[in-house]
C-alpha cells in the first residue's frame, strides 16, 4: 500500500512537471496551483491523499524558483520600485487567489 | 521534446521530489527563526539557483532542464504560500508579513552566495 502510493506521488510529479512545462508561463502556474491548493485544503483528505495531490502535484506543479528567478531577472534590470511592486503583489494575488479557492470549496460542499 | 529531454525532466523531476519530502520529513533543525522545513527546501533551491544562473543556464539545454525539472520539482511555490495562507487565517498578520520578509530576504542571500560562490570558483 505504501509502495503504491510512493508510486503515485512520484506519477503525478511528472505529470505536473509536464504541466508546468506546458503551460510555460511562472505567473498562471503559480495562480492555477494556488487555486487548486485552496479547493483541496478546504476538503477533508486522508493522510495519503494530501501527500499525493498537495505534496506530489501542486508542489511540483508550482516552482519556488523559478518566482525567484523571475524576480532576479527583474533585479538585474535594476528596477527597484519594479521589482517590490511585482514581488508584494505575485505574493498577495496568490495568497488571494488560493483564499478564493478555500472559499468556493467550502461554499459547494 | 526529444527522448533525452524527456528522460532528463523524468531523472531530475524524481530526484528533486525524493529530495524534498526526504527534507521535509526528516530534517529537523532549529535556528531560532521562524524557519520551517519548508523554508529550507526553499533556499537550498535558491542556492542551487544562484550556481546555476552563474553557469548561465540559459544557454545550455541540460542545465536548463535541469533547472526545470529537478529545481522545479524541489522547491515548492504553493507550500510557501499556504504557510502564509494559514498565518492568514489565523490573523496573525504581523507574523505572516515578517515570515514573508524573511523568507524572500533569506532565498536572495542564498541565491546570491551561490552566485558569488560560483563566480568565485570559476
Known amino acids: 500500500m505504501k509502495i503504491t502510493n510512493y508510486i503515485y506521488i512520484i506519477l503525478v510529479c511528472y505529470a505536473a512537471t509536464f504541466l508546468r512545462l506546458l503551460i510555460n508561463n511562472n505567473l498562471i502556474v503559480s495562480i ?3 487555486l487548486f491548493f485552496g479547493v483541496v485544503i478546504a476538503k477533508k483528505v ?17 516552482s519556488f524558483s523559478g518566482f525567484i528567478y523571475f524576480l532576479y531577472k527583474i533585479l538585474n534590470q535594476g528596477d527597484w520600485i ?8 505575485i505574493i498577495i494575488l496568490n495568497i488571494f487567489t488560493m483564499y478564493i479557492g478555500f472559499w468556493i470549496s467550502r461554499k459547494i460542499t | 521534446m526529444d527522448i533525452t529531454s524527456i ?21 529537523k533543525i532549529n535556528v531560532g527563526l521562524n524557519i520551517q522545513n519548508t523554508s529550507i527546501v526553499n533556499l ?22 535541469f533547472y526545470t525539472s529537478f529545481l522545479g520539482c524541489f522547491s515548492t511555490f504553493s507550500s510557501f504560500i499556504y504557510q502564509l495562507f494559514v498565518l492568514f487565517q489565523k490573523k496573525k498578520f504581523v507574523r505572516l508579513f515578517f515570515h514573508y520578509l524573511e523568507v524572500i530576504l533569506l532565498s536572495f542571500i542564498c541565491f546570491y552566495l551561490g552566485y558569488y560562490l560560483m563566480k568565485i570558483i570559476k
Do not use: D, P
Not at chain 1, 486522508?46 to 501542486?58: A, Q, V
Not at chain 2, 524524481?14 to 527534507?23: E, Q, S, V
Open chain 2, 44 to 65: 537550498i533551491a535558491s542556492f542551487l539557483l544562484g550556481i546555476l544562473v552563474s553557469v548561465n543556464f540559459s544557454k545550455n539545454n541540460s542545465l536548463l532542464l
Open chain 1, 82 to 89: 519594479k521589482f517590490i511592486i511585482f514581488f508584494n503583489s
Open chain 1, 32 to 34: 492555477i496551483g494556488s
Open chain 2, 7 to 27: 528522460i532528463i525532466i523524468l531523472f531530475g523531476s524524481t530526484f528533486g521530489l525524493i529530495l524534498r519530502m526526504f527534507i521535509q520529513n526528516n530534517l
Open chain 1, 46 to 62: 486522508t493522510y495519503w491523499k494530501e501527500k499525493i495531490i498537495l505534496g506530489g502535484f501542486f508542489s511540483c506543479f508550482t
